[in-house]
Every structure is written in structure tokens, then in C-alpha cells.
């Protein structure tokens, strides 16, 4: 038990949670704009997939990472158009289109690495480039929060920038006021002349966009490699995060925190020889407690129950 | 009679109107315009609509003639199989809302386009929205919101959310939004479907204003009193052909009415002096709080028996619907009593009441009367698709469903080709059509009629009113709530009016009322004394 309790109270134990947080919050961000476009979209994993095993080929090849990225970027995209065209333009079944997406990840990439690799478990043999670590300066120096915040990759400060980003995407700009309208009342929007389909697409777009990060930090950062069906679920944790975070840009990450951190706990219970399938289990019951949490409770706001209580004490006198 | 059948032809009828106009004072003619839906239902027949710049033009017909499908082609929103579109003499194609906004031409819908979770200015500013760099500065648009309504006189709370509003002041926002957008032409589908007497007043002030300053305004609606007040000149649509257009001064309420219907339509209901019975439904102190912590429904108590139609009259939006949700229990959590033959409806599931023979007309088609998705036949059944009579050994009765179905559609005139279309594309009466023959045709013992009659044309609304007093006759207690005071007189036998909440008056004799006193107590001018409110309940 004690060293329980100090491997969770270390700083190490919160350097983790944002190391392993860092995914999820991209892919939540991901699925709220996409949500806020009024798409039920599941096809993050498959984008994942791919812009992890993209920018793995782009930065080996060329061995420029901003190669790598792009690549990694284009490649992510590419299966979010592809849902688009399926789903918004041939009005084909978004679940279905959408887990036709995450198989074709999940067998194409392999397919992919093997074509040029001749492996099909992991691409180590690609001597494929990081995206760098960053020790903030001053900060770093901080006892405590330094050994926490700093040293971190890249991406998990551009994990935070993007909710940053997204929380002014949606609430600021004319794009964001669309893609909401968009979302809630179609035919509202269409008859102040918005091209609904348009901004639909947009919206994927962008959510393609910051899943690809997230899956470029899983084998640029997080692993130095791609292996296959290395997301593990995390594109439908993203999505859990969002619903969790009621679409709300701020609530969503803490969501996306909350499971990354029974992840981190899961890691420190790893090392700690439990049997490995119930440490597993944790952070997917972590998001169904947390589900089922929010839709259970009804939100009757306080001002009703306290003036229901106030009617019922005047008619009892 | 003469005089109005020969109205009937379309020819004699476009003759008087161009004898002594010339054709530039046209603003906007639409010519041989024909619509087929992608179903193959034939909307618009060659339709010739023709609107003179500075007037106030009713568009009248039917539920289903097409009126909203004719205002769509004309907004860019359904494209038309062939004819022509004129605007300002030149002839233009309007193949998006953009472009009919862009040359001038905007339309408030039948049922609102507006996103609910957002503020009124940002909707207003929706599709043009104010800032720099693609950034949309909330500001701006509050100040364009303000500006517009001073501008027109039309006060609005530019920050609330349109959720949390009134349908009275969602109109306004319709109808600013579209004068935010500069356009010439205003195309008014069905507004005062939803408002109050008093708010309607209010629009009629407006849309007079407007029109002084030159706009061109169309307007359809099913309230001939409307059309009468409001309206220059009107077209009528029958089954998507024009059958006539004619000037409003020249003709009477029932002349018009007939050229709509092509028979005579009593706008007044014969019925017998009631016989109530036994107590159906009886309510008890009543009140509601609602979720900004406003008691909307105040300490209610009255009492509805078997054959007697007790109707409620009062504004919109003076807990009625409050009311009659708590009674068909689609609201929860009052307090007091809501007794349905002497047992509280507190525990019991809507199933469970609906068993008990009860019929609930909701005012809000869109979000409790129907399933837009799903078809005319699966709305209809959905009250009853469990019952032994349609069901044969542990599946439902094909057959049997299809011949019930086709007899109600037949019987409330539902236009419509076929029982299997979802139920959205039906028109806005119709769908209204759909929802009452559900409800009246289950044997009712107790039906709470919530604006039965709301978006539905004259003739069909005659028929609803009689198919009430009917129902009342075979002996069903009858709760009417409407807020077209002239139904709640016409139909009911006995009245209260609701104001704020609170029963304020009980008149005994629905024939004596006149619509005036109702005014009064609406209005919360007068009020009765505790003593003439307790005859309301009856036990
Ligand atoms: N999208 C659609 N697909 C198929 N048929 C449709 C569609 N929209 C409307 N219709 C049909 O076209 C006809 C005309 O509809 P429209 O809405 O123009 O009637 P309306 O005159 O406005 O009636 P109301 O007074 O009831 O609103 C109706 O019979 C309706 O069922
Ligand atoms: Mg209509």
C-alpha cells in the first residue's frame, strides 16, 4: 500500500498523466468540433492511425520531421474527407461509415508498413525522427511544478494551445458561430443562406486535423515508433471526454485529464505486478462511471427545488 | 353568389387586376411556375403570382395547397420544375436563400428558423455576421440587434437565448432578422399562427408601418378577420393552381372563404344546450414551478365533466400549456391534485392514463404530437399499435393497420399520397390533421385540445370544431384551450379565463360571453371573487 501511495503522490506520477493525457485531449477537442457540427463521428482511431503511421514514413524518408508531419497530417485528414464524402455527401450511415474507417486504420496501416517495411508489428526497423522535448526555461527550475509541467514533448504543450485554440474557434469567430448553427438547426442556417454541407466539412476537417496530432504524438513522442493498433481505443476515449465535458472546451479536457489520469494510475499499478488484465480495465471503468455519472443525474436547477420546497411549506400552514 | 364564382377564373380574375395597372408596378410576378416534389406529388400547377411594389398581399388556400411551397420557390430554397421568376422587371434565378436575400426578398417560415442554445443577436447576425480577421465580434452584433429594433421600433433583449423566449417576441426576431438583411420584400408564412390576439395586434401595428415605408409584404394565413384587416389584394391557391385573385375590400369574409373552400363554410357551430354528467377530471390546488423558479401554474382548481366542453381562454403563455401538460403528465413534479375519476395521476405512466380513454391535442405539434421522421400510419398507430385489435397472434395486423389508417386519412382529410410518407412532408395543417384524427378517433372519455385547431384551414377547422361538440355529445368531457377567442366562445359550453397562472373567472354560459369581457379578465383588468371561482369545481 505505501508504495502505492508514493508512486501516485510523486511528480513523476503527474508528469505521466499529462504524458499519457496528451492524446486524449487532442482527440476530444477533435470530436467536439465535430460535434458542435452536429456529426456523430467514430472514425477518429482510423484518422489516428494513419497520421501516426504518416508522419513515421514522411520523417523516415525524407528525415525532415516538419516532412513527417505534414504527411502525418495529410494522411489523418484524408480519412476524415473520406468520412465526409461517405457520410455528408452520399448519405451513407455514419456508424457504419465511420467503423469501416477504423478497420481500414487498423488493417491498412499494417498493410502499409508491411509494403514497405516488411514488418507487420512495429515500424523500429524506419529510422523515423521525434518531435523534441521542451525544457521551459525558468520553469523548469521550479521545484515541484518544474519536474511536472516542464520537459514535456511538444505536442502536449500544443495539446493544451489547441484547446485554447478551439475555445476561440467555436465561441469567437464566424466559422464557430456556423459550425454551432450548423449543428443545432440546419435548416435555420441553410435559410440565412449558410451552405450547411460546407461548413459540415469544415468542421471535419479541422476535428481531422487535431485527431492527427494526436496520433502523430503517439508514434513521434509518446513512442518513438509506430506499432500496430497502437491507439488502443483512445479515439473513443476522446469521444467519451467530450460527451463527459458536455461539449464544453474547458470541461472536455479536464474529462480527457480525468481519464488520462486512471491511465497514469493504471501504468503505476503495471509496474506494481497486480494482474495486468484489471489494471488494464481501469481507465475504460474510469469512462463508463463517468458516463453513466452524468446521465443519471437530472439537472433540476436549484432555484426550482428551493421554491417547490418554499410553495409546499405555505400551503401546509 | 355570382359575383364570387366567376372569381373562380383565373383569367377574369388576372383581367381585373391589369385593367388599369400597368405591368412595371409589379415588384415581383411569378409565371407558370410548376413544382413537383421528389415523391412525384405535384405542389404548384403553373402558377401566376403577381405582387405590386408598397402592398400587403395575401397568399390564401387550404392546408396543402401549396402557399409555403410557391413562398419556397420564391426564397431559393426549392428549386421550381419550370416557369419564370421576375423581380423589379428583370428576370432573375434564385437558386439559393442567398441570392433572394442578396436581390431583396426574405421569409419568416411557418415554424421558426432559429438555433435555440443561441442569443438573439447571434442569430440576427447568422450567415452575416459583423468582426474582422473571421473573428465574430458578439458586440457588434448585440449593437446591429439594438440598432434594427429601435430602428422599427420592435424592443428585443438582444442577449437572451432564443429558448428562453416567448414565441410572440421568436417572431420578431424572424421578422428583424430579415429587415437586418436589407430586403424589399417580406414573405410572411403563417405568423400569427402562434401568436396572441394582442401580440397579433402588435405584428398587424408593425407590418403597417413597414408597409408605409415602402416594403412589400406577403402574407399567408388562415384567419380571414386577418386577411380582412391587414391585406390589399389576395391570391387564392387550391390544390397548387391559382383559382382566383381579387381585391380584399370586395369581398366578405364568407365570399372568400368560399373561393378557399368551393363550398359554403359556416364560420358559426350548431350545437345543443350541454348535458354534463359525472366528473371526469377534477384539479386541485394546481401550481407548477418552472425551472427559473417562476410559479407558472398557480393554485388551480376546477373540475370537467362528462359532456360539457369547459373552455379555458387567456394569453398565450399564461400557464396553459403548463397546465394541460401536467394533466396529460408530460410535465412533472406538482403540487397539488390532478384527479381522473376520483384517482390522483400522480403514480400513474402516460400509458397508463391514455388507457383510460384520455386524448391529448399538445399545442407544440413539432415536439409532442408528432414523430417527424416516421410515417403517417406510425404516427397514427403509435397510441395503439400494442392493442389486441391490431395485433394477430404475437405480430401486428398488417392489414388491419392499412385499413385504419386509410379510413382516418380519409375521414380528416389528410392530403397526402400515401400513408407510408414520413410525416414531415406534409403540410403544417395537415400534419396538425394527422395528430387530431389519433386523438379523436380512440373513443375518447376526456380530451384536453390544446389549439386544436392552430395552422388549420377554415374548412378544416369546422370540421374539428364539430367533431369536438360530437365527441362532447357522446358523452366525453372536453377541456378546450384556444387562444382564438372566437373558438373558445363558438365551441365551449362553459369558460374560465387564465391569467398569470390563476383561474380569474368562471362564466357558466359560454353563449353570453362576448369577447370583449373575455378581453378584460385576459388581460388581468378584472377578476372574479373567490366565491364565483369555487363553481368551477363541481364536487
Ligand atoms: N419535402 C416534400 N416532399 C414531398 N411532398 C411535400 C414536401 N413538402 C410539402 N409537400 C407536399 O406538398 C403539398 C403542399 O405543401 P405546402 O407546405 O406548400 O402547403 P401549404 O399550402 O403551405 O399548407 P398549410 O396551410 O397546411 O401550411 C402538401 O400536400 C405536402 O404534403
Ligand atoms: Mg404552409
Known sequence: MDVIFKSIFSTVFFYTILRVATPLIFVSMAALIVRKGGIMCIAFEGMMLFAALGGVIGSALTQNLFVGLLLGTIFGVTIAMI????????????VL???????????????????????????????SLQVPH??????????????????HNLFTYLAFLTVILVYILVYKTRLGLRIRSVGENPQAAESVGIKVIRTKVISLLIGGLIASFGGMYMSMGYLPFFTRDMMSGRGFIGIAAQNLGGGIPLNTMLSAMLFGSAEAVSNVFQSLRLPSEFVQMLPYIVTIVGLISIGGVKKESKSKIKRIKEIKESTHE | MASVSHLFHLEIGVRIMSENIKVEEYILSMENITKIYSNGFIANKSVNFKVRKGEIHALIGENGAGKSTLMKVLFGQEQPDSGEIFYKGKKTNITNPLVALHMGIGMVHQHFMLVPSLTVAENMVLGVEPGKYGMFSYKEAVKLTNDISKKYNLPIDAEAKIMDLPVGFKQRVEILKILLRGVDVLILDEPTAVLTPQETDELFKQLKVLKEKGYTIIFISHKLHEIKKLCDNLTVLRNGRVTG?????????????????????????????????????????????????????????????????LGIAGVEGNGQRELTNLIARLEENQIGEILLYGKSIAKQSIREIREQKISHISEDRMTFGTVYEATIEENIISDRFYKKEFNKNYLMDAKKIKNHVNELIKEYNVRTDSKDLPIRTLSGGNMQKVVVAREFSSDPKLVIANQPTRGIDVGASEFIRKKLVTLRDQGAAVLLVSADLNEVIEVSDSIVVMCDGSIVAYLKDAKRVTEEQLGEYMLGIKKQSDEELREVVHD
Open chain 1, 83 to 94: 468520412f465526409a464524402y461517405f457520410v455528408l455527401v452520399l448519405q451513407s450511415n455514419n
Open chain 1, 134 to 151: 521542451w525544457n521551459i526555461p525558468i520553469i523548469k527550475d521550479i521545484p515541484i511544478l518544474g519536474e511536472i509541467i516542464s520537459g
Open chain 1, 97 to 127: 461509415t465511420g467503423l469501416a474507417l477504423n478497420i481500414l486504420g487498423s488493417g491498412g496501416t499494417v498493410f502499409l508498413l508491411f509494403a514497405l517495411t516488411g514488418e507487420k508489428g512495429t515500424s523500429s526497423s524506419l529510422r
Open chain 2, 245 to 309: 385573385t381579387a381585391k380584399v375590400s370586395d369581398l366578405t369574409e364568407q365570399e372568400i372563404s368560399k373561393m378557399m373552400v368551393g363550398r359554403d363554410v359556416f364560420l358559426t357551430i350548431k350545437k345543443d344546450v350541454a348535458q354534463p354528467k359525472e366528473t371526469v377530471l377534477s384539479v386541485k390546488n394546481l401550481s407548477w414551478v418552472d425551472k427559473h423558479g417562476k410559479r407558472v401554474v398557480n393554485n388551480l382548481s376546477f373540475s370537467v365533466r362528462a359532456g360539457e366542453i
